[in-house]
C-alpha cells in the first residue's frame, strides 16, 4: 500500500510554468514506477510521463515541455511542465506501478492512485 499527495496545480496563462509534486507515504523502490496521468472534463484519463529507476517516459505531447523527476530522499515525484496551454487544462495524477505490471502508458498498469490536482491554463 501506499498513499499518494498531488500538490502544486493552479491557474496559469498560456506560457507559464508550473511543477507538480507527488508525495509518496513510503518508498518507492527502483523496480516501481510513478506515472502522471491528467483527464480533462468529458475525455479519458490520458498518460503524461512516468519515472522508474534512471528510466523516463512521455506522451508525444509531453515531449519538450514537460519533465518528469524524482527526489528519493524525499519519496516524491515532480512533474515540471513549462509552455502551458490551455488543451493542458485538466486534473493530474500520479499513481505507482509495481514491477511486472505491464505498459507504464496504460492506467491499468498502475495500482495506487493520488487524488489529483487540477491544472488551468487560461489564455
Known amino acids: 500500500q501506499v498513499q499518494l499527495v498531488e500538490s502544486g496545480g493552479g491557474l496559469v496563462h498560456t506560457g507559464d510554468s508550473l511543477r507538480l509534486s507527488c508525495a509518496a507515504s513510503r518508498r518507492i523502490s527502483s523496480s516501481e514506477a510513478m506515472g502522471w496521468f491528467r483527464q480533462a472534463p468529458g475525455k479519458e484519463r490520458e498518460f503524461v510521463a512516468a519515472i522508474s529507476g534512471g528510466n523516463t517516459w512521455y506522451e508525444n505531447f509531453a515531449l519538450g515541455r514537460f519533465t518528469v523527476s524524482r527526489d528519493s530522499a524525499k519519496n516524491t515525484v515532480y512533474l515540471q511542465m513549462n509552455s502551458l496551454q490551455s488543451e493542458d487544462t485538466a486534473v493530474y495524477y500520479c499513481?505507482?506501478?509495481?514491477?511486472?505490471?505491464?505498459?507504464?502508458?496504460?492506467?491499468?498498469?498502475?495500482?495506487?492512485w493520488g487524488q489529483g490536482t487540477q491544472v488551468t491554463v487560461s489564455a
Open positions: 499513481a505507482v506501478a509495481g514491477a511486472s505490471s505491464g505498459s507504464y502508458f496504460l492506467p491499468g498498469s498502475y495500482d495506487f
